[in-house]
């Protein structure tokens, strides 16, 4: 028979009996070694394994019934099965020794095969075959034998750096025992590193693997696992391996049912296997379909299991991705064949995706995905329960589940929305629309303490309106509509979303996961639900979400109010528009760029709208002038794309073209309603030039432009490029020219436009055109009718036609015709002024255009301006009888008795222009200024007028910079408009200091920098915000050290405390001292405002210095009686016990990150944020060292002066010591260890203070205190204990937490916990002993906290005292009481065992020998 021919190449008979019975015994862990010369024999047979196996095959085919029961084949000849079975075994367990030859795993793989054939023929158990170890053996020799290099590939993919765990989103420290078992690994990797395997090797191991696989299958099809739940166990994680062993050629289908040798790849294989084991025949229930599931949940969420760790993550490559699309179709597959059965069981699955998610944006997208997918398989009773859950799970204090929860809502947005049936039970239905993901998930997030979570909400809402379903753009509609929108139906009862507060308290298995409420998420249930929101409301949320503390979030806030404003959510009004626009000049660089995106899409998507149109131009002309070089990249880029590329000739020009017509009319704005940005504009041009982009096809094609509709924008643009261009037309520009000084209706805008192209081609005209425009001009500025704008454009053109090689043809030029205006101008103020009657019959607009003439004019004529002059600007100031004008070619007196310049019969506009022209006169002329200059500061004192104090403002900053040394004594004169009553004037001021000390001709002295600070407390709130942009974004960088150096002299100044020696003491009048006195408890909150303003611009070395500073300048002065304690001084104590309590004071090192962040996800913020630990515990260390030889004394002798003089300041230094000490709390002892009855007396004191302050405050919190809970939760709702709690992240199976997701977000400190010198715990009921605090709960367990049931974790002293309770049972109020040590007593000695080592005992007994 030829099977027995092929066994005797076994040489079974030769194997010893003993060999065989130690095999079994050892369980087949392990095997003596076989007599080699059997084993040499064995091998000598080329493919024994597989010639057994061929003629075994046959046996396994139970329809056959002619075919003989083998196991009486074997019985006949003799063959041991239990004999036959050990051998196999050899190979199989040589084939998982450390490094095996290409032939050990050949042999391993066709052994397990053979015996699982052996498994497959009837009888095998009867006759003893099956055990469960060699089985579990069997399954893991395909992973084993093929090449751990394909496995070390697969460690390097995995995301080491950024492992976590798939629970809490944090990331978790590696076991004790995984560096151990990774050297191992390594070890094993550096030794097949050695050993090469060829194509064709690799090829012989696939089909060993693949003939095991096949076998397996088989075998699985009639051999049952039902009671052998580990060896179900082995073969779903080898086919779960194998489902991303290789790729699949072609898409892989499910639905088709095929026998195993139509299966090609192992993925297929590997299904099919996990199909089989979803079958009843592998065991009754859902505990095959479970474990199914369950392994399948890591192949979805692209994780590496391993035994010994928590699952690693895998880099999202497309063999990974393949494998989880395919996970994802095979559970589809499944679930459609048994869809009773396995829907339950799909609901879990969804849980479980969501419960270990991680914080990565790759993998939740790809979670969110497949949660869509599976959840489109649950009919809508499941569909609606899991919303249900979700809306849970989305109010998770973990960040990572918060985001993913708005990944999946927005999936799930993009299927269509289910229709409501009758299996739906109506508690349910609520969740089955979108508008309960958009209102209740996605909106409600806007919120969230997380600025991640914000930002993400954010974003997915502005996507809900770019989605194709009308019905998410509709719920959008709905939240900014004007009538309230109820979320629910107010009827329904708040119990009906109500779920049980639970603890998880098994292993996490593969069951349902149940969510809890968290009070801190929520206020009332309600309040959540019942959501009723306004338009105006909802907008203002909107504009406060653009100011957020983080970039991400206002970046998403500008996107969502993009896609408001672009789907007519809310209207594109100017106030709406503007946060776009003012977003622009925000301070975070990709904030910036990002306004200017938005702005380009909105505008893309409303070309029309004019509105839309100014609030471009508002947002990204500006930043052509940023101090950011890639934002002026961004902003030209900008301008390119919407103005520059579309402009062409006439004959091209398409009415249909939106893109051309927006051009123009961007361009019409600029002329029109948006001239002030015409500088800006200048200046993107000035920037082009250099780049030689504008050719003379593109000049000549705006000449096209000039005499149609759109004139003005073209010249406009002519304007700008007729410097920089090569080549013009210039018959037309002369022709329009023409047309323009004839015309008797004047363009103001483009007037000024041509004049500035005149200018600019003066140098290539002829000298009979230059002659005859010259005259043109003159004969036009001569008539004074034009704007002014005009005339001082027709002056600078004037100007730039004397240019000339020859600086004194230039100049005779300039004499000959600004002097003939000039004449003409003193001519006509001679007749007004100096004639009787002149001034009653006054043509206001005439006297205003000559004065400006003659000040236009006269800069460019300084010698033609006689004195004569002066006297006539100045009486149009002053009163005609205060002062004659002599005659002309008389001498100017030598003196004036003028002192200020005192209201006339002249209109207040003359006045003010003429103070314009007198600081152009004496921009040219010293010596008037030296006369006119106390006049100016005189009229900025008394002056009632507005224009013309705001006139004399712009002279005096302007005479400053001709004449720096002279006029800046008049400093304080100009800063003192800083507290005008006029808010014009303010920012007048405001704005030409800042320009003076930006180019240095001013420098910070005296009252300077006060001045300027309390610009930021004006009443007027645009003024306190410019004056925080100049010293913030253009001062301090200039002078880095400016707000820590005048910070010491701020609290001096503003208290109005002058008794210090060195301090505030630069002069000043009574009336500017009372003007900016910030002084007494009614402007405590504008000092203050300024205070944090100051320090929240230092650098962690300016606030340490500070620190040190205040101690030794202020405190220290106190102390040494420098300064006298009295009403004075106390006001100036006490606002610097304040300041030093200030959170802006503490170091921005020893803070820890915001509330709701979650980490950085790359190596290098993980090396930054190890650094920043080491960092921080250095400076702590620094700073703790100045605290107790700087800070302390200093605090203790002060102290003891308030205690003598009953001084109202102490309670400010009690909680300054207050919080400072929250830093220290645990060394308080050691920080006053020199003197030990001093530390009992300060702690003393601190508790007396915080007594006293809560019986001031008991009667208003008395309610609120009487409801308090040291657990986050409300009473009856509490989790069991802290190791309860502390396992829901601590497990890493497949199972349910109930409890597991924590359902909401960690909000801000409560209100109801009040500071203390301890911590943040408030004792509520007191006992006998002072040292103990009660826990306030009305119903705790009675077991004590020294002996938990479990490991306690995570337990949290100074903030929430956690209740260790078990439900057990409930004892009297009394006895439920849980007492803590005060933290300021000593801990007790640890009790000392009297117990010693076996080995130390061993050791001294030799001694003793």
């Keep these: 028979m030829e099977l027995m021919h092929a066994l005797q190449l076994l040489k079974l008979n030769s194997v010893s009996t003993a060999w065989v019975d130690a095999v079994w015994d ?88 053979l015996y699982l054939l052996l498994l497959k023929i009837p009888g095998s158990v009867a006759n003893k075959v099956y055990h469960q170890i060699l089985f579990d053996t069997c399954l893991s020799m395909p992973l084993k034998c ?250 998770n204090k973990k960040v990572a589940f918060r985001m993913f929860a708005l990944d999946v809502a927005m999936v799930l947005l993009e299927q269509s929305e289910r229709e409501l049936d009758d ?150 009004s100017a106030e709406n528009l503007n946060i776009l626009s003012d977003r622009c000049r925000d301070p975070a660089v990709s904030v910036k760029k990002k306004a200017m995106q938005c702005l380009m899409d909105l505008l893309a998507a409303l070309p029309e709208n004019r509105e839309v149109q100014e609030a471009w131009l508002r947002g990204v002309l500006p930043a052509v002038m940023d101090s950011e070089s890639s934002v002026q990249e961004k902003a030209l880029e900008c301008l390119d794309r919407v103005v520059i590329a579309h402009i062409k000739s006439q004959g091209k020009y398409l009415d249909s073209d939106t893109s051309q017509m927006l051009a123009w009319e961007l361009l019409g704005l600029i002329c029109e309603k948006c001239q002030d940005l015409s500088r800006y504009f200048s200046k993107a041009f000035s920037v082009w030039a250099p780049q030689q982009k504008f050719t003379p096809a593109f000049v000549n094609g705006l000449l096209s432009h000039t005499k149609g509709e759109r004139a003005a924008a073209a010249w406009l643009l002519l304007a700008k490029v007729a410097s920089c261009s090569p080549k013009l037309n210039y018959g037309t520009i002369l022709d329009t020219w023409e047309n323009t000084i004839r015309s008797p209706v004047v363009s103001v805008t483009m007037t000024c436009h041509i004049l500035s192209v005149l200018g600019d081609v003066a140098s290539n005209i002829n000298d009979d055109t230059k002659t005859r425009i010259v005259d043109d001009l003159m004969s036009w500025l001569k008539t004074f009718s034009l704007p002014l704008e005009v005339i001082s454009s027709c002056v600078d053109t004037l100007v730039r036609f004397a240019r000339s090689d020859n600086t004194q043809d230039a100049l005779k030029f300039l004499d000959c015709f600004c002097g003939e205006l000039v004449s003409v101008c003193e001519s006509y103020l001679s007749a007004v002024i100096l004639q009787e009657k002149g001034a009653e019959n006054i043509n206001e607009d005439l006297l205003v255009k000559h004065l400006y003439t003659l000040g236009a004019a006269s800069l460019h004529c300084p010698s033609k301006v006689g004195k004569r002059i002066f006297l006539l600007v100045q009486s149009v100031l002053t009163p005609s009888e205060q002062q004659p004008v002599p005659a002309e070619g008389e001498e100017l007196p030598a003196s004036q008795p003028l002192s200020q310049f005192k209201p006339n019969s002249m209109p207040t506009l003359v006045r003010a222009h003429a103070v314009i022209t007198l600081g152009k006169l004496c921009l040219q002329h010293e010596e008037l200024m030296l006369k006119y200059l106390p006049v100016f500061a005189r009229e900025l004192e008394v002056g009632t007028e507005l224009a013309v104090r705001s006139n004399v403002v ?147 070395e300016q606030r340490f210095n500070i620190t040190t500073k205040i101690c030794q300048d202020i405190l220290a002065s106190f102390v040494d009686s420098e300064l006298p304690l009295d009403s004075e001084g106390s006001e100036l104590l006490a606002d610097t016990f304040d300041i030093l309590s200030l959170k802006e004071m503490k170091l921005t090192a020893m803070s820890g990150p915001a509330a709701g962040e979650e980490p950085q996800e790359d190596e290098m913020a993980m090396a930054k944020a190890v650094l920043q630990v080491a960092q921080k515990k250095l400076i702590s260390q620094v700073q703790k060292r100045n605290f107790v030889e700087n800070v302390i004394p200093i605090i203790i002798s002060l102290k003891n002066m308030l205690e003598e003089q009953h001084s109202p300041v102490l309670k400010h230094l009690m909680a300054y010591l207050q919080v400072t000490m929250q830093d220290y709390r645990s060394e308080v002892k050691e920080l ?91 004792p509520v009921r007191t006992h006998s002993s002072p040292t103990v605090f009660s826990t306030g709960r009305g119903k705790q367990l009675g077991r004590a906290i020294s002996t938990p049931q479990a490991s306690i974790n995570e337990v949290t002293f100074g903030e929430q005292v956690s209740a260790i309770c078990n439900g057990s049972k409930i004892l009297d109020e009394e006895r439920s009481v849980l007492h803590l040590m005060s933290p300021e007593q000593q801990k007790p000695v640890p009790r000392q065992w009297n117990v010693e080592s076996p080995l130390v005992q061993k050791l001294r007994t030799k001694k003793r020998f």
């Design 146 to 395: 093929w090449p751990q290099d394909s496995g070390k590939k697969r460690k390097k993919d995995s995301l080491k750096s950024s492992q976590g765990d798939p629970k809490t989103g944090k990331r978790s420290k590696p076991p004790k025992k995984v560096p151990e078992e990774v050297e191992f690994d390594d070890d094993e990797d550096d030794e097949e590193e050695g050993m090469y395997f060829a194509a064709q090797d690799l090829l012989k191991i696939r089909e060993g693997i693949v003939l095991l696989v096949r076998t397996l299958l088989r075998l699985l099809e009639r051999f049952s696992l039902r009671d052998k739940p580990q060896s179900a166990d082995s073969c779903v994680q080898l086919f779960t391996e194998l489902t991303n062993f290789e790729p699949v050629i072609g898409d892989m289908s499910f639905s088709q049912e095929r026998c195993v040798d139509q299966l090609k790849s192992l993925p297929e294989l590997s299904y099919h296997g996990l199909g089989l084991l979803c079958s009843t025949i592998h065991g009754e229930g859902d505990e095959c379909r479970r474990r199914v599931f369950r392994k399948l949940l890591y192949v979805i969420l692209m994780m590496k299991t391993q035994e010994s760790s928590k699952p690693c993550l895998l880099a999202p490559s497309q063999a990974v991705c393949g494998a989880r699309d395919q996970a994802i179709l095979f559970i589809s597959h499944i679930v459609d064949e048994q869809r009773e059965a396995t829907l339950p069981l799909l609901r879990i699955l969804v849980q479980h995706i969501c419960h270990q998610m991680v914080e990565k944006s790759d993998y939740r997208a790809s979670g969110a995905q497949a949660v869509g997918k599976l959840m489109a398989k649950m009919s809508c009773q499941d569909y609606a329960a899991i919303v249900k859950w979700l809306y849970s799970y989305s109010r």
């Design 954 to 1100: 712009v002279v005096m900053c302007d005479l400053c910079v001709r004449y720096t040394n002279t006029v800046t004594r008049y400093i304080p004169n100009i800063s003192a408009c800083l507290r005008d009553k006029d808010p014009i004037v303010r920012e007048q001021t405001l704005i030409m200091l800042t320009n003076l000390l930006q180019e240095e001709y001013v420098k910070w002295k005296g009252a300077l920098f006060f001045r300027f600070a309390i610009a930021l407390v004006d009443p007027d709130p645009t003024i306190a915000d410019l004056c925080e942009y100049c010293l913030v974004d253009l001062l301090l960088k200039k002078s880095p050290l400016m707000f820590s150096q005048h910070f010491i002299e701020c609290v001096f100044h503003f208290n109005s405390y002058e008794k210090h020696k060195k301090y505030n003491k630069f002069p000043q009048t009574e009336s500017e001292k009372s003007k900016f006195s910030l002084k007494g408890p009614q402007n405590q909150g504008k000092r203050f405002r300024i205070y944090r303003f100051l320090l929240k611009n230092f650098t962690d």
């Design 1232 to 1322: 006053f260890a020199a003197d030990e009855q001093l530390a009992a007396e300060v702690e003393y004191n601190l508790k007396q203070f915080e007594k006293e302050k809560q019986e001031k405050e008991q009667q208003q919190t008395e309610n609120q205190l009487a409801n308090f809970t040291l657990s986050p939760r409300q009473n009856g709702n509490a989790v069991a204990s802290p190791a309860q709690a502390a396992n829901v992240g601590g497990q890493t199976g497949f199972a349910s937490p109930l409890n597991a997701a924590k359902s909401s977000v960690q909000t801000p400190k409560s209100a109801l916990r009040r500071r203390t010198y301890a911590g943040m715990v408030t």
């Design 423 to 572: 299996t739906v039970d109506p508690e349910l239905a609520v969740f089955l629309p979108h508008r309960f993901l958009v209102h209740n998930i996605i909106y409600n997030h806007r919120n969230d303490v997380s600025p991640t979570v914000r930002g993400h909400a954010l974003h997915c809402l502005a996507q809900c309106l770019e989605l194709g379903s009308q019905n998410a753009t509709k719920c959008v509609h709905e939240l900014f509509s004007n009538s309230s929108q109820t979320i629910l139906e107010s009827g329904r009862s708040e119990q009906t979303l109500k779920r049980r507060e639970t603890v998880q308290k098994t292993a996490l298995t593969f069951r349902t996961i149940e969510l809890s409420k968290h009070k801190s998420m929520t206020t009332t249930h309600r309040s959540v639900m019942n959501t009723s929101l306004q338009n105006e409301e909802t907008v203002t949320l909107f504009k406060k979400h653009v100011s957020d503390p983080k970039t991400n979030a206002r970046k998403s806030a500008l996107e969502t109010i993009m896609s408001l404003l672009k789907h007519g959510v809310i209207s594109c």
């Design 26 to 113: 050892f369980e087949f862990t392990h095997t003596d070694p076989l007599d080699p010369v059997i084993e040499e024999e064995i091998k000598e047979g080329p493919d024994v394994f597989k010639t057994i196996y061929v003629q075994l095959l046959p046996f396994s085919n139970e329809d056959d019934d002619n075919t003989q029961s083998v196991w009486v084949v074997f019985g006949e000849n003799g063959v041991s099965a239990k004999t036959l079975v050990a051998v196999l075994s050899y190979f199989i367990l040589g084939a998982k020794t450390r490094s095996p030859s290409l032939e050990q795993r050949l042999c391993g793989l066709q052994a397990a095969s």
